[in-house]
């Protein structure tokens, strides 16, 4: 097992149990399982190395908050080698689902068997300190083998690279769920011409959902995100139908803090202000596109 990164915090050993109580049948729609590295080697092309986060671990955090299903994203640090994530959605019983990466050579077999392990979509990663520039049409390969399966396209990427990104995204086939509110600079508001310039990229097409996670990477305050808060809610309010909502646990490449999962559980309420957007929010949108077949 190789070394966490100096200067990344591991996940918290301890979260709160939350004051806030999430429908019955609530999805974490965002989170990791990273290792153990003995078993599950992280990717020698890797930028970073996480502590290991074990699927044993994710289950027990999703029981203790209060969720009963999750969707598991493979994280770059392992790669095109989605063994970890298999294990994990194989493990949960049917309450989990997976969305994988693969390059541009991936065989239909192993898609099949990718999907028959319950992954459901392909994760494209634009953030430059996490990964290597790959050309868009490889992307767009990609893209077409993986629509055959009927999974959709979650990316990834930072505020300022939206106009990069943008052309992309209006190409790619089928739904398209962005990462973490598209990191916008809080800042600068919400008022601020990035975050209304991905406003207005999301109203162009309800092909595009958006993931309203991981306040605590987006902060400049600090805990409890009221910075964040305003921009998440907004996203809620004005794309009720096509929101999600994730821990993001174990949290990979945290500097500043480590945040409580607890606490993050906390915030819903707050950027999801009735009982009938955090349905949508928790249940009714996750099971729409994870579980098709039971929603």
Known sequence: MSEMTPGYLPFHPSPKQPEYHPPQGAVDAHCHVFGPGAEFPYAPERKYTP???????????????????????????????????????????????????????????????????????????????LVDAT??????????????????????????????????????????????????????????AGFRAFMEFLAEDTRYWVKVSCPERLTVAGPPYDDVVPFARALVERFPDRVLWGTDWPHPNMKSHVP????????????????????????????????PEEA
């Open 51 to 129: 502590c290991d986060a074990p699927k044993e671990k994710l289950f027990e955090l999703r029981d203790d908050l209060g969720f009963a299903r999750n969707v598991i994203v493979q994280a770059s640090c392992h790669g095109k080698d989605n063994a970890a994530l298999v294990d994990a959605l194989e493990a949960s019983g049917g309450l989990a689902r997976g969305v994988a990466i693969v390059g541009a050579d991936v065989q239909d077999a192993e898609l099949q068997a990718l999907h028959a392990a319950g992954v459901r979509g392909v994760r494209f990663n634009f953030v430059k300190r």
């Open 135 to 192: 050309p868009h049409e490889v992307f767009e390969r990609i893209a077409a083998k993986v629509a055959r399966l009927g999974w959709h396209i979650v990316v990834y990427f930072e505020g300022p690279d939206l106009e990069e990104v943008a052309p992309l995204v209006r190409r790619l086939p089928g739904i398209v769920v962005v990462d973490h509110m598209g990191r916008p600079d809080v800042a600068e508001g919400i008022e601020g």
């Open 260 to 291: 409580d999962d607890g606490a993050l559980v906390d915030v819903i309420p707050r950027i999801a202000v009735s009982e009938d957007l955090r349905q949508r929010l928790l249940v009714d949108n996750p099971m729409r596109l994870y579980w």
